[in-house]
């Protein structure tokens, strides 16, 4: 007892790393801050003490003042990471009972800019959420510490051992802090326009799977995390599923396009309505039965003629092609909580739904990367957010083969035709640049079986220039209720996310304008 009053061992807190994005410029930092604490058994005057430290720190007098009156303890807070200017003017008073030490708080400096991304670090400086979460280890350095003598009043007067701490390593990531907030902006103006629920984003580069964006509206400010609801401060783009709709057509024509059974040409006559088992299958608009090649089939999203190509593959065969691309597992992007979605229970009338994008959910993130490997010629590449910590680069992406080259471009010329007049996508279209994509309108699932008739997630995802791919885009709305079609509602937002950074990356036309146009 004698010794622990004489002698006391203080930890050294180490300096946490700092997040940068790829330009350099620092999305979660450590800021310096001062803890004060208080030994009230050596406090004479409580309430005086209280008061004073009340007005130097900014805190509550009455509350401190309890703390301190307590003298059944040794130890009380009286302010954690308080301002270190406050705290110096507080210890040059030099108050008996009061004592300081140096610690580090975590700061957003960009405050919402891509905190779904970050998360966040609490009072104790360690990962909650995000990659300040997955990245803790990392980040957080190591402890150090220090044993000091102290005098009978509890004065330190010298050190005795010395532990120094081990500060956290930086962390650069792929992300761009412009497109990001630009990409947030949108959204922001997205759900306002469409009174939507929410909406999400995914911005990554196809050649090398690099994430240069991951939004999601409503958003947060990372320096008040405590004050939203934990259900807004979740990455939806890769914790969330949703069934994707139309956007999923893109597996099924693939696959029998693939398989050699059809070509673009392949022409059927369809009628407006399909039975399929116990099911009735139909176009999203009322039609007279018709004619219509494969590649009309992708570029007007007719459902009849994308169920009928799964019939011509089979299930054995799809199921395989859903799997080629890599729904049913993680992605491999390290990211706290991320889902591998939800893969069909097949049955007699599974044939009819999945093709379409029914019945089968996925996350943002994994419709991005399966449109990013049309984009890069057939390969699919792991998408990742770390490009470095400290000075050694991570890991390559792993990447594997998907699909031939030449089944690459011939998908990536049906997508074009879907952004081209006449298709369900124009509202994409860029001036200056060829666009391939898909959109899709697909109805929520109810929670007591079926589907809603007034709860729709409209999504767009597409890349460009697509000659030359640099940039996929894909774009969620969920619950909008202005109109429900993605070509109406998230191309659009797709059209000003990839406009903007294809100006701001310098990425030359592939489609230069005629003059005068």
Known sequence: MADSQ????????????TIFDRTGSPLAVGQRA????ADPRLIKDARMVARVAAAD????????????????KGFVYVARQADPDRAAKLARRRIRGLDFYAEERRAYPQRSVAAHVLGFAGIDNNGLAGLELSLDGTLAGKTG???????????????????????GKDVYLTLDHTIQATAEAVLRQTVKDSGAKAASAVVLDPRTGRVLAMAVAPGFDANRFGQVPP???????????YEPGSTFKLVTVTG????????PETAYTLPYKIHVADRVIHDSHPRETMQLTVAQILSLSSNVGTVTLAQVLGRDRLTKWIDRFGFGRSTGLAFPGESAGLLPQWSGSTIGNVPIGQGIAVTPVQMASAYAAVANGGVLVQPHLVERIGGEPRVAPKRRRVMPAQIAETMSTLLRGVVDEGGTGTEAAIPGYVVAGKTGTAQKPE???????????????GFVPATDPRLVVLVNVDEPRTSIWGGVVAAPAFQHIAKFALQYLEVPPDAPLAPGA
């Open 145 to 167: 510490r220090k044993t000091i003598v102290k005098d009978p009043v509890g004065r330190a007067l010298e050190v005795v051992e010395h532990v120094p701490e081990r500060e």
């Open 447 to 461: 929670p007591t079986g079926g589907y809603s008739s007034s709860r729709y997630v409209a999504s767009f995802v």
């Open 231 to 241: 259900e807004r401060v979740k990455n939806r783009t890769v914790t969330d599923t």
């Open 256 to 263: 029998v396009l693939a398989e050699g059974l059809v070509t």
């Open 34 to 37: 001062t803890t004060v604490f």
């Open 6 to 17: 004489h002698r006391e061992v203080v930890a050294i807190p180490a300096s946490r790393g």
């Open 57 to 72: 720190l900014g805190i509550d007098a009455d509350a401190l003042a309890l703390r301190l009156a307590d003298r059944t």
